[in-house]
């Protein structure tokens, strides 16, 4: 199983931006998918966006239009770029490898590594 180590979150300002990391330690992520998924307080880990094990890019409604993951994946290192944050996007923020076929690539229940997740706070 792959390690995955999340960084790059911290508190920021309504309107503001952060880079988030997806590390692989150990193996590249070439041909899987790598998720983004969140959890607020109280509320259930969703999806965010992943790219898929063919480089294509997918996005849940809420953050669509403003985050991104790069197209140009590097083997051992998946970004979010996320912008133009809202008071809502604060959550904790997970990466996570599938194998997953296109039809299931946005359920987290096909996720079975994950990493440990990395504080997004964003003020208003």
């Known amino acids: 199983q792959v390690q995955l180590v999340e960084s790059g979150g911290g508190l920021v300002q309504a309107g503001g931006s952060l880079r988030l990391s997806c590390a692989a330690s150990g193996t590249t992520f070439s041909g899987i998918n790598v998720g983004w998924f969140r959890q607020a307080p109280g509320k259930d880990r969703d999806f965010v966006a992943v790219?898929?094990?063919?480089?294509?890019?997918y996005y849940a409604d809420s953050v669509k239009g403003r985050f991104t993951i790069p197209s140009d994946r590097v083997k051992k290192t998946v970004y979010l770029e996320m912008a133009a944050l809202k008071p809502e996007d604060t959550a904790v923020y997970y990466c996570?490898?599938?194998?997953?076929?296109?039809?299931?690539?946005?359920?987290?229940?096909?996720?079975?590594?994950w990493g440990q997740g990395t504080q997004v706070t964003v003020s208003s």
């Open positions: 996570a490898t599938s194998r997953a076929v296109l039809s299931a690539i946005r359920n987290p229940v096909m996720y079975g590594n």
């Open positions: 790219i898929s094990k063919t480089s294509h890019t």
